[in-house]
């Protein structure tokens, strides 16, 4: 195990991170996710509709077409709409009990002024606690709303106005925060939702060729076809690079929050991340899918560990591999 004196700095500066969100903010956000999350369930009924009705019942002419292009939608929309709801449905994760004060600490320290006697308190009731990270300023992690020592990777979100474990982002297209319980179902919504949206992409752009080449007569079905060809399009061109910055993330066992260590401050100056939990590639995929390969695909959790302690990437092979196997 890593030692309790071999602690590692965060870059972020937990002011910033925990910055006052009033309830106006906390209001708009909530509403604009909202929206998103209704715009996006619209788009899937919109698409599935299209896709369906419109061109594989309506358009598509060849037996073996229809049923190839039914059978194969089908199955990544189920995959998709699967995904895009367990993200939004899993309660993010909240430190467990143990990262609590004990009520004598929680008086000690609310009773004290001096910052330096409440950090002492702090790392007093951090010592038999997995926490290997400080802020910039060299202190115990301590959210003050929720009343927690926080574990490595875990932040305060101002719009859930809790402390969630790895939190990745807040995501309002979701309107949930994207961290330790979800991060897999969050990969795959969008692996999904680009796949799918280059499939209903080339099929509808298949039927209108043979209308534009007037294989087909002209129908009704030939406007939704249209316009699910271009919308299908731009999210494909939207999907692509979020998905690809995404995996990059994942791949090197990075959160999009900071993870940055003391040392590498300037790399996190110049915009780059730290790669302190950096295991390599395929144990960094393994700590989000699972070691179980049959689980990758489909939107059951499978991630490795408790979500408040981690192998890390500093850490020998055999403390990395006693990490990971269990
Ligand atoms: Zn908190
Ligand atoms: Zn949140």
């Excluded at 915009?271 to 939990?277: C, F, L």
């Amino acid at each position: 195990m890593v030692t309790k004196e071999e602690t590692h700095t965060v870059n972020i500066d937990e002011e910033e991170e925990d910055e006052d969100y009033d309830e106006s903010d906390h209001c708009f956000t909530k509403c604009i996710s909202y929206f998103l999350v209704s715009l996006i369930s619209c788009i899937l009924v919109v698409a599935y509709y299209i896709t369906v009705v419109e061109l594989c019942i309506f358009t598509v002419e060849p037996l073996a077409l229809k049923l190839t292009f039914l059978v194969t939608f089908h199955l990544f929309y189920i995959l998709c709409v699967w995904s895009f709801l367990r993200t939004i449905l899993s309660r993010p994760v909240t430190p467990p009990a143990k990262f609590c004060l004990s009520e004598s600490d929680k008086k000690l320290y609310l009773s004290e002024e001096s910052q330096e006697k409440k950090q002492e308190i702090l790392v007093h009731a951090a010592k038999d606690l997995p926490i290997y990270t400080r802020d910039r300023k060299g202190d115990v992690r301590y959210c003050e709303k929720c009343q927690v020592l926080k574990p490595d990777r875990c932040h305060h979100c101002p719009v859930c106005n809790v402390c969630i474990l790895k939190l990745d982002h807040h995501c309002v297209f979701l309107s949930n925060c994207v961290g330790f319980s979800n991060y897999k179902f969050f990969l795959l919504s969008v692996g999904y939702g680009l796949l799918l949206s280059i499939m209903t992409s080339a099929m509808s752009f298949y039927c209108l060729k043979l209308f534009w080449t007037n294989r087909l007569p002209e129908t009704d079905s030939k406007a939704p076809i249209t316009y699910q060809a271009w919308i299908s399009t731009v999210l494909s061109l939207i999907f692509f690079p979020f998905l690809y910055s995404h995996l990059v993330l994942a791949s090197n066992n990075i959160t999009a929050m900071s993870d940055g260590d003391e040392d590498d401050d300037d790399k996190h100056k110049a915009g780059k991340h730290s790669k302190m939990y950096d295991l390599g590639f395929s144990k960094n995929i393994r700590q989000v899918f699972g070691d179980k390969k049959i689980y990758w695909l489909f939107p059951i959790f499978s991630s490795l560990g408790d979500g408040f302690s981690f192998p890390r990437g500093d850490a020998t092979d055999i403390e990395k591999n006693a990490a990971t196997d269990n």
